[in-house]
């Protein structure tokens, strides 16, 4: 449904107080926060547009992420190339780095779905002794396949170039189309002659094998030079060189790598330039060598020499095939079915279906609209436009990371950074079943099922992992983090650690049956599921002759900054809303309910201060620092209301946890506060001003990408390195307008709002 927004929120003339970072200039990098004015992004409302007029290059923040939900890449502030983080200050310092568990140098990130390698450890790590008891897994990269490079004597133009070298930039995104673009004038040192450039970039959301890129250049006189079509191996991080090489009698070139200890698993990539003929010798073909392209193993170009004429412009395309063994029994066969078939249809029919499919999804009908009814158009509200940004950013980022059911590639769910970062590496946490699907399983219960099907997949290996820990053999244990195989790990242990993992996805299971009402899907897996987990809970809770009541010891809550804790309230609550939904699930089925679940969902230790403030675990004491949303989800999205816990209670709690709330915590908090304030607080402006606060502070410009933290700066944030983009802050900010503004809840069998 459309749901018109502005004149809700016109009436909240709240003064927003940020909890956001410091005043000081930064030194190390560009401030991209959208609340500066360092970097433009400019807003087309009936595009659905984002453009930029500012160069920054070697800095994450002004990377486009592109992908169609099998394959993706981060693409270059200069066009769609290869490109690392640069140290601002220092070129001798330390490279800027990725987030735990890598801890790896940043760069433009590429990979396939599911592209997960193996390895004994990583960089960080929870449980290092967990660690000889199965390997990690850690997503791989494959070749950066976008990239065409011009060159014209000992210049060329690639993520590196110079800003002085570069004028007139502008640079786009498209959400309604899912086509970036990027525009400038070259003027390279040495060279006499200026040059109009421009790309185009998509990843076909028609054929998810398929990328195709355009290259345009004009030059202000006759002048010869080279191009070249790279697939640049940099970004294949984690993997090693399978086989490449240039086709002969052909324009077309292929590197094949696979992920790091899988010499079964092998991806392809293989790319056909498609080069104007009248202004490029194709006798002249080459192997490209560096210091046109990289050194790195896995790297392969073609290079051609090319005769330019002034003032007339000259195109070169190139059509890139992707595929792995995970998904393609013969991969190589796919990817080169995939260039080619892309060579042939051409660059107008690639481009033209694949707006058309990203037009039937990014619909007016399914993205929230802040427009005034009676105008159409946004009020001169600058809180309100950057609202609206955001809601369509968040639906195309989170959904460019997914295929649909029945595509029979989305079963690998959705990382933390989607499939053109490698934060977190990679792995699947809670984020996926817990912040991201909510709002996907409203609007696109197609493509959010990648989530749930990826539990399903794991569902044997899980009960592996209960068997391993002497759960009873009904149980399932699912590790906090989770590559190729699910198993338990340094980074991803299952026990003595976030047990709610378990319980997030049985009730992601349930919220997208309510929906779906597809019985025949939830009672092929994902009941047996919501079972298992309804097993492994029993055993867990154990019965406290003291207190008469069942406690969970060893463990952590959401907030992460309290470990090894008893009765940590969100997980204990979890488990007794699990045990009941069970045994509401047994009923309406017309079976018998387990009378000891019944028994120990209504006799929880649920942990409470004099004050009636519950606290986040037993032991807890007036000084805490909360590093994420814990108590405060009873209220959302468990709808908890067992032990008496009161509608005052959760406004009570709200607020004492507000101001507990670290600054330097990930960018989801305040979607849950907000949720919670517009359900329970008597004032609007609170709902309003933690709205803004989950949106203003961790936003980047130039194209609206969140980021994990409020501050990029880790001289200033508490030393995180920021996971980016962050999906888990787009698919947190994606539910406020359903569950906060319009009251929704999908926890139940029936519609409620």
């Known amino acids: 449904m459309r749901r018109f927004l502005v004149a809700s929120l016109a009436v909240l003339g709240c003064q927003l107080s940020l909890a956001g970072a410091a005043a000081e200039a930064q030194a190390e990098q560009t401030d991209f926060s959208i609340t500066n004015t360092n970097v433009s992004a400019v807003w087309n409302q009936t595009e659905w547009s984002l453009t930029t007029v500012d160069y920054v290059p070697a800095q994450y923040q002004s990377r486009i992420s592109l992908s169609n939900g099998y394959v993706g890449a981060s693409l270059a502030a200069a066009g769609p190339f290869f490109e690392y983080d640069l140290n601002q200050t220092n070129p001798d310092g330390d490279e800027p780095a990725n987030v735990w568990p890598l801890f790896s140098r ?81 003027s390279p040192a040495g060279v006499s002659t200026t040059f109009k450039v421009s790309f185009k970039a998509i990843f076909s959301r028609v054929h998810p094998n398929l990328i195709a890129v355009e290259a345009q250049i004009t030059p202000s006189a006759d002048v010869k030079g080279k191009v070249t079509d790279v697939l640049d191996g940099r970004s294949a991080v984690r993997s090693y060189l399978a086989d490449k090489g240039l086709d002969d009698e052909s324009t077309t070139i292929f ?88 060579t042939s249809a051409g660059w107008n029919a690639a481009v033209s279906e694949h707006v058309a499919a990203w037009g039937e999804l990014m619909t007016e009908a399914a993205i929230d609209n802040f427009t005034d009814p009676a105008t159409g158009h946004l009020p001169p509200d600058a809180d309100i436009e950057i609202l609206q940004i955001a809601t369509v950013a968040n639906s195309f980022y989170l959904l460019q990371s997914l295929q649909p059911d029945g595509s029979g590639l989305n079963d690998n769910s959705l990382s933390v950074g989607g499939l053109a970062s490698e934060s977190y590496a990679g792995m699947i946490f809670w984020d996926a079943d817990y912040w991201m699907a909510p709002g ?30 002497n759960y009873p053999a009904e149980s399932v244990l699912y590790p906090w983090t989770a590559g190729r195989y699910g198993n338990c790990t340094g980074t991803g242990p299952c026990v003595d650690y976030e047990y709610h993992l378990n319980h997030d996805i049985a009730f992601n299971l349930v919220q997208i049956y309510n929906i779906t009402q597809n019985k025949t899907w ?75 679940w019944k028994e120990m969902s209504e006799n929880i230790e649920f942990p409470t201060a004099a004050s009636d403030i519950t606290l986040e675990y037993q032991t807890m004491d007036n000084n805490v620092n909360v590093k994420q949303a814990d108590v405060i989800l009873l209220a959302y999205p468990l709808d908890y209301d067992q032990n008496n816990y009161t509608a005052s209670d959760k406004l009570l709690d709200l607020d004492y946890y507000s101001n507990r709330q670290s600054p330097n915590g990930p960018a989801m908090t305040y979607s849950i506060s907000a949720i919670v304030a517009n359900t ?74």
């Open 106 to 186: 940043r760069l433009s990130f590429t990979t396939i779905s599911g592209f997960y390698n193996i390895q004994q450890n990583g960089s960080g790590t929870n449980y290092p002794w967990l660690e000889q008891y199965g390997y990690e897994s850690f997503i791989a990269g494959i070749p950066h396949a976008t990239g065409i490079i011009f060159s014209f004597g000992d210049a060329s133009l690639d993520s590196t170039v110079d800003p002085s070298e570069v004028s007139n930039f502008e640079s786009s995104l498209t959400f309604k189309t899912g086509v970036a673009t990027w525009a400038y004038t070259w």
């Open 255 to 342: 590197s094949a790598v696979h992920p790091d200890n899988l010499p079964n698993i092998t991806a392809y990539v293989v790319s056909t330039a498609e080069f104007d003929d009248k202004y490029t010798d194709k006798s002249s073909r080459v192997e490209a060598s560096a210091p046109i392209v990289s050194t790195n193993g896995t790297t392969i170009g073609q290079t051609f020499d090319i005769a330019l004429k002034s003032g007339q412009t000259t195109t070169f395309h190139k059509y890139v095939g992707v595929a792995s063994t995970d998904k393609f029994e013969d991969a190589e066969a796919v990817a080169r079915k995939a260039s080619k078939d892309g």
């Open 440 to 469: 996907l399983n409203l609007n696109f219960p197609s493509y959010s099922k990648q989530i749930s099907n990826f539990r399903v997949k794991q569902y044997e290996q899980a009960k592996k992992n209960a068997a391993f820990n």
């Open 522 to 596: 939830f009672d092929d897996g994902p009941r047996q599921i919501i079972e298992s987990i309804a097993h492994m809970t029993g055993n867990l809770l154990d019965y406290n002759e003291t207190t008469k009541t069942y406690w969970i010891h060893n463990m952590t809550d959401p907030d992460e900054y309290a470990n090894h804790i008893d009765n940590g309230a969100f997980t204990i609550a979890s488990s007794a809303d699990l045990l009941f939904v069970v045994n509401e699930l047994r009923r309406n089925n017309g079976e018998a309910i387990n009378e000891t």
């Open 680 to 753: 329970f607080s008597p004032s609007g402006c609170a709902a309003y001003t933690f709205t803004l606060n989950g949106f203003l502070p961790y936003l980047r410009a130039p194209f609206y990408q969140f980021s994990e933290q409020n501050d990029d700066n880790v001289k200033r944030n508490g030393h995180q390195n920021p996971a980016f983009p962050f999906l888990t802050g787009h698919g947190g900010a994606n539910t406020i307008t359903p569950f906060g503004f319009l009251g929704l809840r999908t926890d139940r069998p029936n519609l409620y709002i």
